[in-house]
């Protein structure tokens, strides 16, 4: 068996920036819309009227201040709420493809690698963009990589399941190297219309170079142990999919996208997640304590200082557990990874950390690493 590290993570940042200002605002426009258009049944009482947003309500329950997009002006626009993304013809690259590239080609450059020195792709998100031929040997390909792509998906939790995929393939000899990407395009499954959730998610691409320690640069991490689980809920649901079309389905009901009871699912997830952290740590003889820094999954602030809370038994501070989602908001299965990337530069070596996602399933997913 070969010891395994994480020698570099690749980030692309889309172009374009929603705030919280310009996300109510728009949405406040279409709440007026909406209600003028139906305010007979409003009055007649057989409708509830929409309620409007704020700022001051978003930044509250969640902790975001913005999010970056693939494009804005399909978001912001009150009769339409949702991107405006032109078909590709199939002999140009997919969007996800090539945000995914980016990524990883961000990776193979901060690691001094290139392509001939991964032998496979793990492409893991919440969403794929088409069911087949999968998005993985797409990138694979455009990449220059020879060897073997595969598509998975475990919604938020994707990145760290692939990462236990990725770390079992380069543990037994069977890849040298193996890149992880997370291309996350969530406005396009997003429910922009809800204001219990039109603020949570935005766009994004991570990328991890996963590799043999022997292989990897110096300042890579080992990666001394994954840990998955899962149990099934319906408290996050998305139930579009590929029987909608026989099922004679609204693209644009409500249940074909993002959704989700989040009172039940903080309940639910928090103490989960920090029995599931401790649980990982204790089969390597450590405990919380001994944890420099936790990369958390970045869907609510709320939920992350809990979480802390349980592990540490007191309250965080942002060097234990960074928060990005306050400028990235939620990017599924890539909000862990992009906070790893921004905040493991000031890590010692000897020191440990870990990466944890959880999210939909219920499934969390948890490596502990170790700075060489």
């Known amino acids: 068996m070969h010891r395994v590290a994480i020698s570099s993570t690749g ?57 970056y997009v693939l494009e804005k002006s399909g978001i912001l626009d009150p009769q339409r709420m949702r991107p405006r993304f032109e078909a590709r013809p199939d002999s140009e690259l997919s969007l996800m493809a090539e945000i995914a590239v980016k990524a990883a080609q961000d990776a193979l450059t901060r690691a001094g690698k290139t392509a001939a020195d991964v032998d496979g792709v793990i492409c893991a998100a919440a ?72 603020f949570i998610f935005g766009d994004v691409c991570t990328a991890i170079l996963v590799e043999r320690l022997d292989l990897a640069p110096a300042g890579a991490f080992e990666i001394l142990g994954t840990r998955l689980l899962s149990t099934f809920s319906n408290n996050i649901r998305n139930n579009a999919g590929f029987m909608s079309r026989a099922e004679d389905r609204n693209p644009e009901d409500r249940d074909q996208l993002f959704r989700q009871e989040g009172r039940k699912v903080f309940k639910e997830v928090c103490p989960m997640a920090a029995e599931h952290m401790e649980k990982h740590l204790a089969t390597l003889d450590l405990s919380p304590q001994n944890v420099r820094r936790y990369w958390l999954h970045q869907a609510n ?40 990337h921004r905040h493991h530069s000031d890590i010692q070596p000897g020191e440990v950390g870990v990466i944890c996602s959880f999210g939909a399933g219920y499934s969390i997913g948890s490596a502990i690493v170790r700075k060489l």
């Open 127 to 198: 969403n794929m963009q088409r069911a087949y031929p999968a998005m993985g040997v797409e990138i694979q390909t455009a990449l220059g990589v020879q060897g073997y792509a595969f598509d998975m998906n475990v919604a938020c939790s994707s990145a760290t399941f692939a990462l236990e995929m990725a770390f079992n393939a380069v543990r037994t000899g069977s890849a040298r190297a193996i890149l992880v990407v997370n291309p996350e395009i969530t406005s396009a499954h997003h429910a922009w219309m809800d204001r219990d959730c039109h």
């Open 301 to 340: 602030q709320s939920m992350n200082q809990l979480i802390s809370r349980k592990l540490l038994g007191r309250d965080a501070t942002l060097d234990d557990a960074p928060v990005i989602l306050n400028e990235f908001a939620n990017t599924a299965s890539a909000g862990s990874i992009i906070a790893f």
């Open 11 to 67: 980030l692309f940042t889309p172009p374009y920036v929603i705030t919280n200002e310009e996300l109510v605002e728009s949405f406040n426009q279409y709440v007026a819309l909406e209600n003028a258009k139906h305010a007979a049944e409003i009055s007649a009482g057989t409708r509830t009227a929409l309620t409007e947003s704020s700022v001051e309500f978003i930044e509250k329950a969640s902790g975001i201040q913005r999010r």
